[in-house]
């Protein structure tokens, strides 16, 4: 039972509610609001503060997951020289430049917050976490700077953990095609089912007019789920869930029933869940719930 955290004022509140570490920490808010990039050091001390409050369990740090969407006026310009639209706009933000592919482009803000948080991992137990991985070729160019930031610190004698877990979000169908491939070479998968959702079913859920079709139970969603699950089992890396589906109970004994193991979550819906993964059989009811033609 993890929990979802977006500020670090949050992590004494999660762990009252019993939260058992941090699932997914979002690191955002360090870029918004500002208009210069936050620097290696300011990454450092906040990841450290972090994973010392969270101790002795660990803390999921996903990697910036920014776009003009979510504005900070600096990535805004990016994305419009970028895009060669306006600078305060893309057409397309959710399918634009945005998350690890923005990483990717803008390597040196990239790699300031890979080193402040490998500086960070001696002072906790920490996991690394990548979103919106749309195939192997970036799971690796990622990992492949992350091994250029250990590189650096090792020659300038910075000390740093070696044994940090390196993950990834399941947020595309195009990752749950690859998701055998893409578990060989992640320590963890995290399935993120907000943007799973949305990208499947080819809506806006924020939209009035489609989001009625926003449908965490359409057969197509189930069975992407099901997929990564049994591809992340299949290669011995565990898969966790960390979308709006985890904090809700509804769904939690099919969850459960699908191999899922790891719940991230808001802290306010843990004890909720908990109560149901208590009083869960899921062996009994799976066909019930659904039936067995769909997962």
Do not use: W
């Not at 419009?80 to 803000?109: F, Y």
């Not at 070729?137 to 004698?157: D, F, M, N």
Request: glycine share 8%.
């Amino acid at each position: 039972m993890l929990a979802n955290i977006e500020m670090p004022d949050e992590v004494p509140y999660a762990l009252d509610y019993g939260a058992e570490g941090i699932g997914l920490y979002r690191t955002e808010f360090l870029f918004l609001d500002r208009n210069d990039l936050p620097r290696e050091d300011e990454h450092f001390m906040h990841a450290r503060g972090v994973v010392r409050r969270v101790a002795p369990f660990p803390a999921t740090f996903r990697t910036f997951d920014l776009g003009v969407d979510k504005v900070a006026p600096f990535l805004a310009k990016m994305a419009g020289v970028a895009m060669g639209a306006p600078t305060d706009s893309e057409p397309n933000p959710a399918l634009g430049l945005r998350s690890l592919r923005l990483c990717l482009r803008e390597r040196g803000m990239f790699k300031a917050q890979l080193r402040g948080l490998l500086r960070a991992s001696l002072h906790g137990r920490m996991r690394i976490m990548f979103p919106m991985v749309s195939g192997v070729q970036e799971l690796r160019a990622a990992k492949a700077i992350l091994e250029e930031c250990k590189e650096e610190l090792r020659r300038e004698g910075i000390a740093f953990a070696q044994d940090i877990p390196v993950g990834i979000m399941i947020e595309m169908p195009s990752a749950v095609m690859v998701a055998d491939h893409l578990a060989k070479e992640a320590d963890f998968l995290s399935i993120g089912t907000n943007d799973l959702i949305q990208y499947s079913l080819a809506l806006d859920r924020l939209n009035e007019h489609v989001g009625y079709l926003y449908q965490p139970l359409h057969p197509a969603v189930l069975r992407m789920i099901r997929q990564t699950v049994d591809a992340g089992h299949a290669c011995g890396r565990s898969v966790g869930i960390c979308g709006e589906m985890a904090g809700d109970s509804a769904f939690t004994e099919l969850l459960l029933a699908m191999g899922l193991r790891s719940f991230s979550m808001h802290p306010a819906q843990i004890l909720v869940v908990k109560q149901e993964l208590l009083r869960a059989d899921t062996r009994k009811r799976i066909r019930k719930l659904l039936g067995r033609s769909y997962v």
